[in-house]
């Protein structure tokens, strides 16, 4: 089991609970490696855990009958997603694939009830991780129809470094440039002009491994 000190560390929401609740989720965590290519969840999955990732990159994505894969969102660092199916208690409805390899974090499904029914930080918490969820993807499909592919790739990349979702983030991820255009929706070749008309305009340095933002609420608003 997880340590105290590395349990706060780790766990961002953890902070904003008081001490019991803190040790019931602590102890209903447990950790796992995947490697890249690899699924964490396929869709009609039961999920067992409420998932944060605590290293690498995965998407949430799903295939279409005619064989296209589509991405939903990209899932970085300090990212926790799967809430809905454990609050509906319904099969997964979507694909999580491994880009790279990643450790991701499990809340045991009996601790993450638990915590919805005792604790009020954690459901407000919840709250705040799913309004802002909400508004990421009806955003998406704004974009998706109005946006040419270098805005695309900065929305896709600001989505990314959402400060709520992804906390502990910070201003650098490791991802390379098929990474990007599977998650904006473009090619490589695209994405790799995208991210140098990015970087020309102020918004982001590329660097050897991965992207550093600039600007993240330039970055959000622009369309070109």
């Known amino acids: 089991m997880i340590g ?23 102890r209903g965590l447990s950790f796992r490696n995947l490697d890249a290519g690899s699924y964490l969840i396929h869709r ?25 894969a589509v991405t939903y969102a990209g899932l970085p660092p300090s990212n926790w997603f799967g809430e809905g199916s454990l609050l509906k208690d319904e099969p997964r409805q979507y694909d999580v694939l491994v880009l790279r390899r990643t450790q991701v974090a ?56 959402n400060p709520v979702l992804s906390p502990f983030l910070g201003n650098h991820l490791d991802i390379n440039q098929e990474e990007i255009g599977l ?8 994405a790799n002009r995208a991210l140098q008309e990015l970087e020309q305009a102020g918004l982001i340095q590329n660097e050897h491994g991965g992207v550093r933002v600039r600007d993240l609420d330039r970055l959000r608003r622009y369309d070109g």
């Not at 105290?4 to 989720?25: G, N, S, V, Y």
């Not at 990159?57 to 064989?67: D, E, H, Q």
């Open 4 to 26: 105290q000190e590395q349990f706060l560390a780790t766990i961002f929401w953890a902070r904003e609970l008081p001490p019991d609740e803190q040790e019931r989720a602590r």
């Open 44 to 68: 009609g999955d039961r999920v067992e855990s409420w998932i944060g990732v605590v290293s690498g990159l995965m998407r949430l994505g799903s295939v279409t009958t005619s064989g296209k």
């Open 106 to 161: 499990l809340l045991n499904r009996a601790s993450f009830h638990w915590l919805c029914d005792n604790s009020v930080a954690f459901n407000k918490l919840l709250l705040r991780l799913l309004n802002e969820r909400i508004g990421q993807f009806i955003a998406s499909v704004e974009h998706d129809r109005t946006l040419h592919s270098t805005a695309k790739v900065a929305r896709s990349l600001a989505w990314l470094f």
């Open 183 to 190: 998650l904006a929706g473009v090619s490589r070749p695209v």
